[in-house]
């Protein structure tokens, strides 16, 4: 089956304090993995699309990286603007067509000043 | 920049009502879909469409249906609202899989 499992389900940092978040996947033949922020609220914001292992994208503070089974978005220095939830996505197997996706049930950041 | 907006963004009504949840998008993407987000549930999909007049189910497609007469309007109709169908619904629409989303409408249904 295919499953999106992100880690941790919340985060407390102090202002500065780098850390990593993880998306891990069970999808064959990956068509993307994508990463989105969700303030309190409202709709999730597209961050970034990641294709293939060994891929990154950076974003200010924000960095995401893609092997064969996981993401992991690395928060660099962070400040308290950066507190949101953080939802990590892949398209699933679904007869061919596109744009399904199987979101994880997100990381709730919190940082601190 | 891909605008996706839904009609209201908070919204109550009573048991059994007819309930409409529009939502309009202006890059012409032939791919809208339908969620519903509960807290510790994280996000589900309810139906998609990936043209107009075409329709999908989701994976809890009970309880609500859906219109596609243009291709920027994507319509969830809940048939006779239940409390159980409190929850925030949002809409989104894609192209090459990144999928870019509404504010969301908080319904309360007493």
């Known amino acids: 089956e295919d499953q999106v499992t992100q880690s941790p389900e919340a985060l407390r940092l102090q202002e500065g304090e780098s850390s990593s978040l993880n998306c891990s996947y069970t999808?064959?033949?990956?068509?993307?993995l994508f990463w989105y922020r969700q303030d309190p609220g409202k709709g999730p914001e597209f961050l970034f699309t990641?294709?293939?292992a060994g891929e990154e994208k950076e974003k200010e503070r924000l960095k995401a990286t893609l092997t064969k089974k996981e993401s992991f978005l690395h928060i660099t220095a962070p400040k308290p603007e950066d507190s949101a939830t953080y939802l990590c996505?892949?398209?699933?197997?679904?007869?061919?067509?596109?744009?399904?996706?199987?979101f994880g049930k997100g990381t709730k950041l919190s940082v601190k000043p | 920049d891909v605008k996706v907006t839904q009609s209201s963004r908070y919204l109550v009504k009573r048991t059994g009502e007819k309930v409409f949840l529009e939502c309009v998008q202006d890059m012409d993407h032939e791919n809208m879909f339908w969620y519903r987000q509960d807290p510790g549930l994280g996000l589900r999909l309810i139906y998609f469409s990936y043209d107009v007049k075409m329709k999908e189910k989701g994976d809890i497609p009970e309880g609500y249906s859906v219109s596609r007469e243009k291709k920027e309007r994507f319509s969830l109709i809940l048939e006779s609202a239940s409390t159980n169908q409190t929850s925030m619904y949002l809409c989104?629409?894609?192209?090459?899989?990144?999928?870019?989303f509404g504010p969301g409408t908080r319904l309360t249904v007493t």
């Open positions: 996505a892949v398209p699933r197997n679904y007869g061919g067509s596109q744009g399904n996706l199987i």
């Open positions: 999808v064959s033949g990956l068509r993307g």
């Open positions: 990641l294709y293939s």
């Open positions: 989104a629409s894609e192209t090459g899989y990144e999928q870019y």
